[in-house]
Nanobody
Framework: QVRLVESGGGLVQPGGSLRLSCEAS????????MGWYRQAPGKDRELVAD???????HYASSVKGRFAISRENATSSVHLQMNNLKPEDAAVYYC??????????????WGQGTLVTISS
């Protein structure tokens, strides 16, 4: 079983910063892509940013230049530095990973979500 544990959400004022972290634990050989999605009330879940094990990144256009994703492959961790936060960034943020497990199966695993609230 593979588990993703997130931390770092909270309340911040517009223009402020937050750093989200996610660490994978359990039994797996490797993780190709780790990333962050978010879901605001009444909206679909959307990709915020992800990063492959080789460093290839994707960002939603709405966060480019403000958010930065990073990974620590040694600890199977991914971080999301969020700067200049806007009210529209408020959402539940979910960590996502695709670990390779026994039997050469690639799973899709989600974290439990961490709430980001933007308010003055």
């Amino acid at each position: 079983q593979v588990r993703l544990v997130e931390s770092g959400g909270g309340l911040v004022q517009p223009g402020g910063s937050l750093r989200l972290s996610c660490e994978a634990s359990g039994s797996f050989f490797s993780i190709n892509v780790m990333g962050w999605y978010r879901q605001a009330p009444g909206k679909d879940r959307e990709l915020v940013a992800d990063m492959s094990s080789t460093g290839i990144t994707h960002y939603a256009s709405s966060v480019k230049g403000r958010f930065a994703i990073s990974r620590e492959n040694a600890t199977s961790s991914v971080h999301l530095q969020m700067n200049n936060l806007k009210p529209e960034d408020a959402a539940v943020y979910y960590c996502h990973a695709d670990p390779l497990v026994a039997g050469y199966r690639r799973l899709e695993v989600w974290g439990q979500g961490t709430l980001v609230t933007i308010s003055s």
